[in-house]
Nanobody
């Protein structure tokens, strides 16, 4: 399984960005795909995740209502639409994949065996 995240950049507070994660090497049936982030000096934290086969999506409380995770099966790509960005959202964002996922494991980064390289998001005051 290979994951390639892209779409990061520097934006002003209140603006939007869309991250993409191109996934390959599997049909991803039964997988969970998630977005996680790590800010400088902090541990990696859960942002959002979904079941590839649908319909479950979950979000951290800090991004609920501002971020939307989605996937395009035809393009084998997962997206993270980030609106109303705040300086606290500044981090390196990673996409990850977990086979045989169950709902309770979607938000646990240590349970994901496959990770892509991160894409940096900087939100300026």
């Amino acid at each position: 399984v290979q994951l390639q995240a892209s779409g990061g950049g520097a934006v002003q507070a209140g603006e939007s960005l869309r991250l993409s994660c191109a996934a390959s090497g599997s049909t991803f049936v039964g997988y969970g795909l998630g977005w996680f982030r790590q800010a400088p000096g902090k541990e990696r934290e859960f942002v959002a995740a979904l079941k590839w086969s649908g319909p479950t999506t979950i979000y951290s409380d800090s991004v609920k209502g501002r971020f939307t995770i989605s996937r395009d099966k035809a393009k084998s790509t997962v997206y993270l639409q980030m609106n109303s960005l705040e300086p606290e959202d500044t981090a390196v964002y990673y996409c990850a994949a977990k086979p045989r996922v169950i709902n309770s494991s979607l938000g646990v980064p240590s349970l994901y065996p496959y990770w892509g390289k991160g894409t940096k998001v900087t939100v300026l005051q």
